[in-house]
Structures are given as C-alpha cells and as structure tokens.
C-alpha cells in the first residue's frame, strides 16, 4: 500500500523540479538578451545626451584640412578638365595603346615564324659551349674525355637546330619580308605615337604648372602649413566655447518632452505632429587672454590674424590676415550670407544664427520619437539596476546548484560582452576603411570629406565607451570561469 503512495508523489516532485528548471532556463535566457539590451541603450543613451560627445567628434572632423582637401581637389579638377578639353590627353593614351599592341602583335608574328628566340637560344648556348673549359664544370663530369664527348654531341645538335632553322627561312623568305615590313611600319608608327604621348605630357605638365602657380593654389597650398595651429584656436575657442553650449541647448531641448509639450513646441497641427524647433546662434566672438588681459575677440578676424602673424611658416602671412579680416567686415558678413543663407543660417555681427523652424508630418514624427527616447531614457539606469537585481534574487533563491548558478552568471557577463565588442570593433574598421570618390564639386567633396573625418571620430566615440562598458562584463565573466577552474582543481 505504500509503494501505491510513493508513485504519485515522486511524479508529482519530478514534474516540479522538472518545471523549475524550465523556469530558471527561460529566466536565464531572457536575462541574456534584456540584460545586455539594457547596459547598451543606458550607455548610448548617456552619449546620445553628453555634449562631451559631440564636440569631441567635432574636434576630429579636421573642418579645415577638409576645406583644403576640397580646394586642392578644385585645382586638380581645374587641371584635368583643360588637359582634357585641350591636350585630349586620355583620347590619345588609349590611341597610343592600340599602337603598342599593333606593334607587339606584328612583331609576335615576325617572331614566330622566323623562331627568333630558338635561334638566338642556339647561337647564345653553342657560345657558351665553345667558351667552356673543363676546369669550369670538375664537379659535373669525371673527366675530360667524358666532357668533351658531351660538347661535341650538344654542339652538333645544336648545329643541327640552326641549320633547320636558317633552311626554314629560305622557304618562308616572301613571307618572312612581309612580315617584317609590316613590323618596321608598326614600329614607325610606335615611335611616332612615343614622342607625340612626350608631347602631349609636357603640354599637360605646363597646365598643370600654371594652375599651381597661381595665387589661389599657392594660397592653400601654403595654408596646409597652418592648418594645425588654427585647428587648436578653433577647437579651444569656438568647439569647446559657444559651439558646445548651442549642442548642450539642443540636448535640452530634446531631452524635456514633456516640457517642450506643455510649452506648446511640440503640438498636433489638425490630424498631423508638429514640433518647433529652438533658435540657436554661435557667436564667433570668444574669450582671448593672449594680450595679458581675458577680452573678447573674433575668432577669425582677430585671433586667427593674431597667430597667423606670430607664424614664420608661410610665405603669404600678410594675404592671410587681409583674408581672415574680411571676416569682421559687412563683406565678409554678406560672403558668409550668401554661402549660409540655403541652409537657413545668417552671419551677422560676428554672430552665426539659425532662426528655429516648424516641422510637420514624417520629420516631426521622428524628432518626436527621438525626444521622447532621450527623456524618458533617463530610466534606463534604474531599469537596469532593477533587471539585475531581480536576476541576482532569482540565482540566489533558485534550488539550482551552485556550479549551475556559476555557469548561467558566467554565460551572461561573456556571450553578449563578445558579441558587442565584436560588433564595436567591426563598426571601427568598417569606418576607417578609405573609400574612394568622384564629386562633381568642391562643395560635395568638402562634404564627403567631413562625412568621411566625422565617421571615424564618431565610431571611435560611440563605440570604444560601449566596447569598455561590455569590456568589465566580459572581464567579470573570464574571473568567474578562472575560479570555476581553480574550484574544480584537486
């Protein structure tokens, strides 16, 4: 009768056991993909709203080593668009090919059919032969009879070999001519084709001449030498000044969506969202304490003009300043309008506005989007500490052995931390692979070239703080296995 009650019983205690551990399996699986989820977006989230971030991105795109790159590539364009137009340079180098190989084919032809290289193989190797002593070749053969007897044999071939092919040629003599002629023609044509490509690279040669030696080339050529320094002025003065107030104003902005709404900048326009963006303005007049005393200055015009005057590298210093002073003039003001005006910015007193604009439909959609991410991201700490939390309870409450609970903690700090940071690492690489280009103008290319600087900053700073982030967590997963390890040790 009591075996009657164990068997009901012991179903019932395997089926829960059995149960518990699709119970702590199904935590632990959801625990490697929420857990990770959450350390990423807690990190991008602290980046995505850090000034810090983008001014250091900033600071690497190279804005001036671009802006030269574009005015180089402006003059190499300039030159290659009148070779082409006047030289034809190209034309003729693919002309100047086909009469290479016409040339090599007809003396291919020749070649063959009078065996050129068999007969001069012949002629150099019974040279050789004849040339030979038995003193040069004590280590192949024991003695000089025996040598002798082995020039003798390779001499009469070889006599052999040219006389065959000296009778050959008698019988193809016509044709032998005619090939030869068409190869004397093809050869006239080469050379002609040679000194008219000499030509046609000299002319080339002079235009390019001309254009580098010109003011503007010379200019930016001349300015490569400066460029470090005033990337400094500019990064300290501006980047790291008025420029990273304006991105921490934007962050802001998108981070209060809740105060953006009852301020009334994020609406519904009839069945459509729409969002008003802030103004913003950089003023390029900045704190210089480089005359003893903190005043302020215009970046360009006068503390740009101040190291440029300092400088013994350039040749063109005073044209320099003159340039950068037209910058605190209404001429310079209009010349920045005119180049800010189609992106809906104005230069005005040393001042670099954009007058805020109303979005509506798809593009307000999405700034909305992204500002509710970025506001109520400021849970995702919590939200973090709480998932870890609950998964540090639910391994310590488990009836699981401990080697279990070791190797579940263990699976979570590496599989995800790996996979993360392989994916970190590939991003960087993918980034800094050069890429090569054709713009069809400076602008674009000045554009691609910031696209290109800014990238890599930008993979370098987002992915290196969540590559470390996921780095300790895979580090805490390599100590725990090594403890496991020295556990299981007898």
Request: charged share 25%; proline share 2%; with cysteine.
């Amino acid at each position: 009768m009591q075996e009657r009650n164990d068997t009901p019983q012991a179903a019932r205690a395997e089926g829960s056991a059995r149960g518990k551990r699709i119970l702590f399996s199904a935590v632990n699986i959801a625990a490697l993909a929420v857990i990770p989820l959450l350390l990423l977006a807690t990190v991008l989230h602290f980046l995505l709203t850090s000034a810090d971030f983008y001014t250091g991105i900033i600071r690497h795109s190279g804005f001036l080593s671009a802006y030269i790159e574009s005015r180089n590539w402006e003059t190499n364009r300039k030159i290659q668009d009148e070779v082409d137009r006047t030289v034809k340079l190209r034309e003729f180098n693919a002309e100047f090919e086909r009469i290479r190989e016409a040339h090599a084919a007809a003396r291919q032809g020749f070649d063959d059919l009078n065996r050129t290289r068999e007969y001069d193989y012949a002629k150099k190797r019974r040279k050789e032969l004849a040339g030979m002593s038995w003193d040069d070749v004590k280590d192949m053969y024991q003695s000089k009879d025996g040598f002798e007897s082995f020039r003798k044999a390779e001499t009469a071939k070889l006599d052999s070999l040219v006389g065959e092919i000296e009778k050959h040629r008698k019988e193809n003599r016509k044709e032998l001519k005619r090939l030869e002629a068409s190869m004397d023609d093809a050869q006239d044509k080469l050379d002609d084709a040679k000194s008219a490509l000499e030509d046609k690279k000299a002319q080339a040669q002079k235009i390019a001449d001309r254009h580098r030696s010109g003011m503007g080339a010379k200019i930016f050529a001349d300015f490569e030498l400066l460029e470090p320094r005033l990337t400094r002025l500019l990064n300290d003065r501006l980047v790291d000044g008025a420029l990273r107030s304006a991105i921490a104003a934007c962050i802001g902005f998108l981070a209060s969506y809740e105060t953006q709404r009852a301020a009334g900048r994020v609406f519904e326009r009839g069945d459509r969202s729409a969002v008003r963006l802030p103004d913003l303005m950089v003023s390029l007049w900045v704190d210089d304490d480089s005359m003893g005393a903190t005043r302020k200055r215009h970046l360009l015009s006068d503390v740009f003009v101040d190291e440029i005057s300092r400088s013994n590298l350039v040749q063109n210093g005073g044209l320099y300043a003159t340039m950068f002073r037209f910058f605190d003039t209404s001429l310079g003001e209009s010349i920045g309008r005119s180049m800010l005006g189609k992106y809906g910015a104005s230069l005005q007193n040393g001042v670099l506005s954009m007058r805020g604009i109303t979005l509506e439909g798809g593009e307000a959609e999405t700034v909305r989007a992204a500002m509710i991410a970025l506001t109520y991201g400021k849970f995702l700490p919590y939200l973090l500490a709480a998932a870890a939390a609950l998964y540090a309870c639910v391994l310590f409450f488990s009836a699981r052995g401990a080697t279990v609970k070791r190797a579940a903690l263990r699976r979570l700090c590496i599989y995800p931390a790996a996979l993360v940071m392989t994916a970190g690492a590939a991003l960087i690489l993918y980034a800094w692979v050069p890429y090569g280009f054709i713009m069809p103008s400076p602008a674009d290319v000045l554009l691609a070239r910031l696209g290109e600087s800014s990238a890599r900053a930008a993979s370098l700073y987002l992915c290196l703080p969540v590559m470390g982030a996921f780095g300790l967590l895979f580090a805490c997963g390599l100590a725990l296995r090594a403890f496991e390890r020295r556990a299981r040790r007898p």
